[in-house]
């Protein structure tokens, strides 16, 4: 089976190929870390952002979605701390002149440490059989111990070194780590600098500093500032939540792993207002709920694991990520933040205007604290993908690519293929066509033969193969095919429209 760097690199050449991921500008050799989705992958990343639309707009009463501008007004940003603190620590290796993340750095020693550990459980557990008791070995045997204890000193002085914004005890932390640079492997290293990730420009046509706008680095601010708007109009009463889906900015140190971490990304976000003191209860049910989610996307739930977060951000007071095995290891998919009344209050501090809300019920006013879900789109769709690309080798010995996609992301859900390009099969494929057009995404194709075409369709991912017959012609059947078992029945091309309709609906996952 393919893992790793290599499936990686498969995924991605094969994102191209089929049109569903291209470089941005690509006739210009590119842009560092921005993409552009082809026909095949706006059709996924749609559907995407549908399924996850209905499921937080649709099917809960209390939440509703809204749509606000990318620019905001810089106090914004002044307010929510992004000017001061949206930082990451940088540091440069002097001889390769790469740029890295500091946190990252001392984060990926770790894990390697972490590694270490897993491999001697993994000896230990083959060593013993069914006796192994891995709980009991962890606590016991020494070098499992010995780093452990080397991790937990690291992450308890990188932890209050990032605190203090202690930038010299980060880069001491590098230096005594013996963290070298992958690239030169040197540890010439220069200081560890704050860089601020927001890009910005200018508004109008002065060019002063009054017009400096922002291009917004997360959604979320666009939905506080309006959320007594929508509570006003909607007549929304607290527990309630507010959707969105946008574009979002990021000036990111260091951009690789493909849409992993682009610096233009599109967000998925709700942030739900609460009453002060219930934030905790709703935490857990807002993780409960999102890692459902994501388990309902025909992923299996051992390739999904929650990190709780051990530096808070300044806003925080609980947090945890939802990590995904992508092809190069566990990383953040989406963010679960207990985000108290920090924005809410700090917008009201900036702004003047009261930003409390009137709780009939306990007939008292207060600024609501907020549980934010925040999920990166192109994060999803890596995964969606990663997950189901699959080379086969069929019982004949060919081969083939798949995209094993649940049938309700597929860009494409059903084809229509008349077997041959004459006879009338055309025009009788056309007919079929004409019905499932306007509730089914659709794609007629004539050109080669039919197990190409076939072929084509798996590599996208398409659930239904339509093909159109001499038989049709006689009796009005056609056989339909299914991507992952390669099996055909006949059905009535009457009957085409309602089948294909319910074997992708949501409810089928
Ligand atoms: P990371 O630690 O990976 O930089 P983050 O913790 O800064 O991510 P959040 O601010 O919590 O991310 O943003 C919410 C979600 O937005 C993330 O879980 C991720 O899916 C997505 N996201 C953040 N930055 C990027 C990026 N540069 N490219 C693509 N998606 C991103």
Same mark, same amino acid.
Request: glycine content about 12%; proline content about 25%.
């Given at each position: 089976m393919l893992k790793g760097e290599d499936l990686f690199k498969k995924i991605i050449a094969h994102a191209k190929e089929y049109g569903f991921i291209f470089q941005s500008s690509e006739i210009y050799d590119g842009l560092s870390a921005v993409y552009d989705y082809g026909q095949n992958g706006c059709a996924l990343k749609n559907n995407i952002k549908d399924y996850w639309w209905k499921s937080m707009v649709q099917y809960h009463e209390n939440i509703v979605g809204i749509d606000s501008a990318i620019f905001m007004h810089p106090t914004v940003w002044k307010a929510s701390g992004h000017v001061d603190a949206f930082n990451d620590p940088l540091i440069d290796n002097k001889d390769s002149k790469k740029r890295y993340r500091a946190d990252v750095l001392i984060e990926d020693h770790m894990a390697k440490l972490e590694e270490k550990i897993g491999k001697e459980v993994e000896k230990a557990a083959k060593r013993f059989g069914d006796s192994f008791d891995e709980k009991m070995f962890r606590e016991t045997n020494p070098r499992v111990l010995a780093n452990q204890e080397k991790i937990d000193a690291i992450r308890t002085r990188f932890v209050a070194a990032l605190d203090k914004n202690d930038l010299k005890d980060i880069k001491t932390l590098i230096e005594e780590l013996e963290i070298t640079c992958p690239i030169s492997g040197s540890r010439n290293w220069t200081d560890v600098r704050q860089f601020n990730l927001m890009f910005s420009t200018q508004m109008g046509s002065l060019s002063e500093d009054a017009n400096l706008i922002y291009l917004r680095p997360e959604t979320a601010q666009g939905i506080f500032v309006n959320y007594l708007n929508v509570q006003k109009t909607g007549r929304m009463k607290i527990p309630f939540g507010i959707a969105q889906i946008g574009k979002a900015f990021r000036n990111e140190i260091v951009a690789r792993q493909f849409v992993f971490r682009m610096r233009e990304f599109e967000q998925m976000e709700m942030q739900f207002f609460v009453r002060p003191g219930e934030e905790k209860q709703w935490y857990d049910f807002w993780k409960e709920e999102r890692m459902k989610w994501h388990k309902s996307l025909g992923? %299996?739930?051992?390739l999904f694991r929650f990190h709780d977060h051990d530096k808070l951000a300044h806003y925080a007071n609980a947090a945890a990520d939802i990590e995904f095995m992508f092809p190069f290891g566990y990383k953040e998919l989406e963010g679960i933040h207990s985000r108290t009344d920090f924005d809410l209050a700090a917008h009201q501090k900036f702004s003047g205007k009261k930003l409390q809300y009137f709780d009939p019920e306990t007939n008292e006013s207060y600024v609501p604290y907020v549980v934010e879900t925040s999920i990166g789109l192109d994060r999803t769709f890596l995964a969606v993908l990663s997950h189901a690309y699959k080379e086969e080798t069929l019982e004949d010995g060919s081969q083939r690519v798949v995209l094993n996609l649940p049938p309700m992301l597929a860009p494409v859900k059903a084809a229509v293929l %008349?077997?041959?390009?004459k006879d009338g099969l055309p025009e009788k494929a056309r007919e079929l066509m004409d019905k499932l057009k306007y509730d089914l995404m659709c794609r007629y194709e004539e050109k080669d033969a039919i197990g190409r075409r076939y072929r084509r369709q798996d590599a996208i991912g398409t659930p239904y193969c339509l093909t159109i017959d001499h038989q049709t012609l006689e009796d009005n059947t056609v056989t339909i095919r299914e991507r992952d078992t390669m099996k055909q029945e006949r059905i009535h091309m009457d009957n085409v429209k309602q089948v294909v309709l319910e074997r992708i609906s949501y409810r089928k996952g």
């Open positions: 992923i %299996p739930g051992e %008349p077997l041959m390009k």
